[in-house]
């Protein structure tokens, strides 16, 4: 298993434009979660789905921010427009049905908005 | 709601000292996972463990080892003999099975290891 694909793993933007982060989460895995890592706000959780479908979006920060799961083996986090402050690491993690399986994380994507 | 405390910013040990991490966590729920990720400077994160709430087994891997004590609601991470290669940001995270999926991290412990 080639484990979470995130792509691209570096991306850096000025700021007012359009950004897409991709995410292919392990085949099987019925959970798909975003996350942002800043240094003032640590590892905090953006958005999940279970079967494709959001289940919590309460840590999108505003509108400009959106998630979108149409199949089972993809996932986009959408920023726009950007702005500076979005710059951080974002990671996609997967996990299967029952909490005990774990999650597994992707490389995460290091957006840098200028 | 679920809550994980990691008191310890940062650590600094010379190489071959023991060392522990700690982490105290929040839950209602009576089923919950509790994990220690690791975060080298590379920037990924690592798994290194998965426990749930029933198993209050210590537990070895190596050099690692894991205490969980429900009555404090802890699970501490010793690293035995540290090395160089330990040092990273250690993550100690929460899931409760029934109430929400999220995996709830702490904010991470800064681990040194000086040769």
């Known amino acids: 298993d080639a484990g979470v694909i995130q792509s691209p793993r570096h991306e850096v933007t000025e700021m007012g434009q359009e950004v897409t982060l991709r995410c292919k989460p392990i085949s099987g895995h019925d959970y798909l979660f975003w996350y942002r890592q800043t240094m003032m706000r640590g590892l905090e959780l953006l958005i999940y789905f279970n079967n494709n479908v959001p289940i919590d979006d309460s840590g999108m920060p505003e509108d400009r921010f959106s998630a979108k799961m149409p199949n089972a083996s993809f996932s986009t986090l959408k920023i726009q427009p950007s702005e500076p402050r979005d710059s951080a690491v974002y990671f996609c993690?997967?996990?299967?049905?029952?909490?005990?399986?774990?999650?597994?994380f992707g490389s995460g994507t290091r957006l840098t908005v200028v | 709601a679920q809550k994980v405390t990691q008191v310890q910013t940062e650590i600094s040990v010379v190489e071959k000292e023991d060392v522990t991490l700690d982490c105290v966590y929040e839950t209602r729920d009576t089923t919950y996972y509790l994990f220690w990720y690791k975060q080298p400077p590379s920037g990924e994160l690592v798994f290194l463990i998965r426990?749930?709430?029933?198993?209050?087994q210590n537990e070895i891997s190596g050099r690692y080892s894991w205490n969980f004590q429900k009555s404090t609601s802890s699970f501490n991470f010793t690293i035995t003999a540290s090395q160089v290669v330990d040092s990273a940001v250690y993550f100690c995270a929460l899931s409760e099975e029934r109430s929400s999926r999220q995996l709830t991290f702490g904010s991470g412990t800064q681990l040194t290891v000086l040769p």
């Open positions: 993690a997967s996990s299967p049905t029952t909490g005990g399986g774990g999650y597994t």
């Open positions: 426990r749930n709430s029933f198993d209050e």
